[in-house]
């Protein structure tokens, strides 16, 4: 009796016909390679900076490992440069970073809200199953990274949110992660109509076979940018190991503090350390990856939109081009108007985005004075009031779009409430519920119609006099 062999999965170098690229080796440096979160993980950087001396001062001076470029959107011109990496290990990456740090002293006037540091992480080698766990991951976490970016620089600071920043918009703002599992595993190649501005741009998998990291804001401190490689090195390293449907189980399981805490060190090994802020962070993420894994679940249960063609997003507005304009005025102007129309193409995809039912939620988001009360029972896991209330910065608030809620009593005590139906219960709750909205959307027309016949009738018989 003949074993048959495991058929293996395609990676992204075979889906796209792309060549991983060679690490650059420390030895030509004699650098020595650093302990790391995943030290194997290839990955490539992009530093901007502003204020700085002219380019052949660092073209002199900056060595093999990197590369300088004039990037359009920095200020002044002349004196304002992208830095951009060799590909390396991430182990060779942080000494790199350490020495070029220490042999140019940038401080706080190099950097102002036009900066930022890019991280390419490789995953060449990474499945449709490998790249869906990274999605779902990113999604829990995607709050959590943006608290930590933020957390260091004062309030009061121009560009201290980077999930305001339209250059890094967040997965959970725009929703563009709402069907993104189901597409990875119908059709890779739809990440080609992916936008470049998100948080974590799925973009370059199609061209180099990388995702990019936009969160960091420009910065020259090493502790946190040594810390920031370390935790995107731990995401990657635990959606490369991890099987998908692994995956998909332990997020249907968070529904606790205790699980919380148990994900969140499991991910990121340590490098964060679980506080209340990074805990709250966390509870949003699992609402946005519950509501995502939920749309994959229906189109696996429903043949009619499994079956359903993915619809092919339209053409990326391209950044203005400077040398397309006479003077530095009419380019900046150009910028301004594209940043415009970059913000209410996003409100209109928040906006024709569907809304969650109510259920998803344990908090009642209109009470954002107390942040405490509790509404009608969560299906999904224990919520308690103070972990899933960030009001404030809730997704459609910031966007000016408020979703329809019915109101609801204030109670005297916030609560947490355990639902213990399984996933499956809910997500065929879900789908009675919409069957029962559109018959009764179906009845109404079907009212209107009657109704408008009825007229059209009357006019008839009056000869057309009203």
């Given at each position: 009796?003949?074993?048959?062999?495991k058929?293996?999965k395609?990676?992204?170098?075979?889906?796209?016909?792309?060549?991983?690229p060679?690490?650059y080796?420390?030895?030509k440096?004699?650098?020595?390679?650093?302990?790391?979160?995943n030290d194997?993980?290839?990955?490539?950087?992009?530093?901007e900076?502003e204020?700085?001396?002219?380019f052949?001062?660092?073209?002199?001076?900056v060595?093999?490992?990197?590369?300088?470029?004039?990037?359009?959107?920095?200020r002044?011109?002349?004196?304002?440069?992208?830095?951009?990496?060799k590909?390396?290990r991430?182990?060779?990456?942080?000494?790199?970073?350490?020495?070029f740090?220490?042999k140019?002293?940038?401080n706080?006037r190099n950097?102002?809200?036009r900066?930022?540091?890019h991280l390419?992480?490789?995953?060449l080698?990474?499945?449709q199953?490998?790249?869906a766990?990274?999605?779902?991951?990113?999604t829990v976490?995607e709050e959590?990274?943006?608290q930590?970016?933020?957390?260091?620089?004062?309030?009061?600071?121009?560009?201290?949110y980077?999930?305001?920043?339209?250059?890094?918009?967040?997965?959970?703002?725009?929703?563009m992660?709402?069907?993104?599992?189901?597409?990875?595993?119908?059709?890779?190649?739809?990440?080609?109509?992916?936008?470049?501005?998100?948080?974590?741009?799925?973009?370059?998998?199609?061209?180099?076979?990388?995702v990019?990291w936009r969160?960091?804001?420009?910065?020259?401190?090493?502790?946190?940018?040594?810390?920031w490689l370390?935790?995107?090195?731990?995401i990657?390293?635990y959606?490369?190991?991890?099987?998908f449907?692994?995956?998909?189980?332990q997020?249907?399981v968070?529904?606790?503090?205790?699980?919380?805490?148990?994900?969140f060190?499991?991910?990121?090994?340590?490098?964060?350390?679980?506080?209340?802020?990074?805990?709250?962070?966390l509870?949003?993420?699992?609402?946005y990856?519950k509501?995502?894994?939920?749309?994959?679940e229906?189109?696996?249960?429903?043949?009619?939109?499994a079956?359903a063609?993915?619809?092919?997003?339209?053409?990326?507005d391209?950044h203005?081009?400077?040398?397309?304009?006479?003077?530095?005025?009419?380019?900046?102007?150009?910028?301004?108007?594209?940043?415009?129309r970059?913000?209410?193409r996003?409100?209109?995809a928040v906006?024709?985005?569907?809304?969650p039912?109510d259920?998803?939620?344990g908090v009642?988001?209109e009470t954002?004075e107390?942040?405490?009360?509790?509404?009608?029972?969560?299906?999904?896991?224990?919520?308690a009031?103070?972990?899933a209330?960030?009001v404030e910065?809730?997704?459609?608030?910031?966007?000016?779009?408020?979703?329809?809620?019915?109101?609801?009593?204030q109670p005297?005590?916030?609560t947490a409430v355990?639902d213990e139906?399984?996933?499956d219960?809910?997500?065929?709750e879900?789908?009675?519920?919409?069957?029962?909205?559109?018959?009764?959307?179906?009845?109404?027309?079907a009212?209107?119609?009657?109704r408008?016949?009825?007229?059209?009738?009357?006019?008839?018989r009056?000869?057309?006099?009203?």
């Open positions: 009796m003949s074993i048959l062999a058929p293996q395609p990676t992204v170098a075979q889906q796209f016909g792309l060549v991983a060679q690490a080796s420390a030895k440096d004699e650098i020595t390679p650093a302990s790391t979160s194997a993980l290839m990955c490539g950087i992009e530093l900076i204020n700085t001396a002219g052949t001062y660092y073209q002199d001076r060595g093999p490992f990197w590369t300088i470029t004039e990037d359009g959107s920095l002044p011109r002349g004196a304002s440069f992208e830095f951009i990496s590909p390396a991430l182990s060779v990456l942080v000494p790199q970073l350490h020495k740090f220490q140019f002293e940038f706080e950097y102002t809200d900066c930022s540091v390419h992480t490789n995953v080698d990474f499945t199953e490998q790249l766990s990274l999605a779902m991951i990113y976490f959590v990274l943006f930590f970016v933020n957390h260091f620089k004062a309030p009061d600071e121009r560009g201290y980077r999930d305001t920043n339209i250059y890094c918009i967040p997965w959970n703002q725009c929703r992660n709402a069907k993104l599992v189901d597409t990875i595993f119908r059709n890779a190649h739809q990440v080609r109509n992916w936008q470049k501005y998100t948080a974590l741009n799925l973009l370059p998998i199609t061209t180099q076979g990388t990019e969160h960091m804001h420009g910065t020259n401190d090493m502790e946190k940018l040594t810390t370390n935790v995107i090195g731990a990657m390293k959606a490369k190991t991890t099987e449907d692994e995956v998909v189980r997020i249907k968070l529904n606790d503090v205790s699980t919380y805490q148990q994900f060190t499991d991910v990121l090994q340590g490098y964060l350390p679980y506080t209340d802020a990074y805990r709250k962070s509870a949003d993420g699992v609402v990856a509501w995502s894994l939920m749309t994959h229906l189109r696996k249960k429903n043949p009619a939109l079956d063609p993915v619809p092919e997003e339209e053409e990326e391209p203005p081009s400077a040398e397309h304009y006479d003077t530095e005025e009419e380019y900046e102007e150009a910028v301004e108007d594209w940043n415009l970059r913000v209410a996003t409100r209109a906006r024709n985005a569907p809304q039912p259920w998803m939620f009642d988001y954002a107390n942040r405490v009360a509790a509404v009608n029972p969560a299906p999904i896991g224990a919520v009031a103070g972990t209330a960030r910065r809730f997704t459609w608030r910031d966007f000016d779009v408020q979703p329809a809620r019915p109101a609801q009593a005297q005590q916030a355990v139906r399984s996933f219960d809910i997500v065929a879900f789908t009675r519920q919409q069957a029962a909205r559109e018959a009764e959307l179906a009845e109404a027309r009212r209107i119609q009657a408008a016949a009825a007229i059209v009738g009357n006019q008839n009056n000869g057309g006099q009203r």
